[in-house]
């Protein structure tokens, strides 16, 4: 966590299915609910990118402040 108490969630790599990235999307939606302060970095692209994001927005309920 950061120095001011929140939690970094990070990623960087290929978007695609191996690399799991809808658990860190999970963890992100439940903290969010448990209302425990974080920020979440998605750095990268891939064939998984465009379903990831629908999925973070709009079943997750995650806005675009929480997935940069």
């Not at 990070?10 to 790599?13: A, F, K, N, P, R």
């Not at 064939?47 to 379903?51: I, R």
């Given at each position: 966590s950061?120095?001011?108490g929140t939690i970094r969630l990070?990623?960087?790599?290929r978007m695609v299915k191996e690399?799991?990235?809808e658990v860190?999307?999970?963890v992100a939606?439940?903290?969010l609910e448990l209302h425990i302060p974080f920020?979440?970095?998605?750095?990268?692209y891939g064939?998984?990118?465009?379903?990831l994001?629908?999925?973070a927005y709009h079943r997750l309920k995650l806005s675009c402040e929480q997935v940069i």
């Open positions: 950061g120095a001011s990070l990623t960087v790599g690399k799991n990235i860190l999307l999970h939606a439940r903290l920020t979440f970095t998605l750095a990268g064939a998984e990118y465009e379903a994001m629908h999925y």
